[in-house]
Nanobody, 125 residues
Framework: QLQLVESGGGLVQPGGSLRLSCAAS????????IGWFRQAPGKEREGVSCITSRAGTTRYADSVKGRFTISRDNAKNTVYLQINNLKPEDTAVYYCAADRVGNRCLGSSNSYDYWGQGTQVTVSS
């Protein structure tokens, strides 16, 4: 069974950091582009970052540039999202998703084939 599992979310104070993980089972992530999305209560899901399969090209939403870093460890079949200087507006459920067309990095959720269940990030003092 093809599955993505996110982990690493939690409650942090403003200015804190988290590293989210997206681990795959049942398939190899290294041929997929991976995107991270988030959805806050009452808001639409938005793409925050993505990384292509081989070239490792990355993209970030303007709202997270300089604070979020996406990376992949193909040996561990895992993609990470390092989040620094967290702000209350980063509070959301964070999802990872896999796109079978590995050489593109898109922000539209419609392009992705597999999704994880999400991990909650709450930023509050």
């Amino acid at each position: 069974q093809l599955q993505l599992v996110e982990s690493g979310g939690g409650l942090v104070q403003p200015g804190g950091s988290l590293r989210l993980s997206c681990a795959a089972s049942g398939f190899r992530l290294d041929s997929y582009a991976i995107g991270w999305f988030r959805q806050a209560p009452g808001k639409e899901r938005e793409g925050v970052s993505c990384i292509t399969s081989r070239a490792g090209t990355t993209r970030y939403a303007d709202s997270v540039k300089g604070r979020f870093t996406i990376s992949r460890d193909n040996a561990k079949n895992t993609v990470y999202l390092q989040i620094n200087n967290l702000k209350p507006e980063d509070t959301a459920v964070y999802y990872c998703a896999a796109d079978r067309v590995g050489n593109r990095c898109l922000g539209s959720s419609n392009s992705y084939d597999y999704w994880g269940q999400g991990t909650q990030v709450t930023v509050s003092s």
